[in-house]
């Protein structure tokens, strides 16, 4: 599974973006889907995940802001980020994650830069 994320870019405080990511080699179906983020100095943290049922998980107060969505017609799971603020500067990754009887199967974006500026 390769997965390509896009739609980052430089935005000002309280704006908005999309980011999309799409996956190729595989249909993710089945797949959790998630994206994270990672600002420069700190470590890689969950923003939010959406399940093949479609349930949602978001990191704090995230679900205030972020919307995640996925479209398995078109292989794309989306998060949709509102009245973004500095501090959600980071480069944000898409992340795949199967569950095998063997054990976990998970795939990593290259990463989209989000930069916002005050």
């Known amino acids: 599974v390769q997965l390509q994320a896009s739609g980052g870019g430089l935005v000002q405080s309280g704006g908005s973006l999309r980011l999309s990511c799409t996956a190729s080699?595989?249909?993710?179906?089945?797949?959790?889907l998630g994206w994270y983020r990672q600002a420069p100095g700190k470590q890689r943290e969950l923003v939010a995940s959406?399940?093949?049922?479609?349930?949602?998980n978001y990191a704090g107060s995230l679900e205030e802001r972020f919307t995640i969505s996925r479209d398995n017609t078109k292989n794309t799971v989306l998060l949709q980020m509102t009245s973004l603020m500095p501090e959600d500067t980071a480069v944000y990754y898409c992340?795949?994650?199967?569950?095998?009887?063997?054990?976990?199967?998970?795939?990593w974006g290259m990463g989209t830069q989000v930069t916002v500026s005050s």
């Open positions: 959406i399940t093949s049922g479609r349930t949602t």
């Open positions: 992340h795949a994650r199967n569950l095998l009887q063997t054990g976990l199967e998970d795939y």
């Open positions: 080699g595989r249909n993710i179906a089945i797949y959790s």
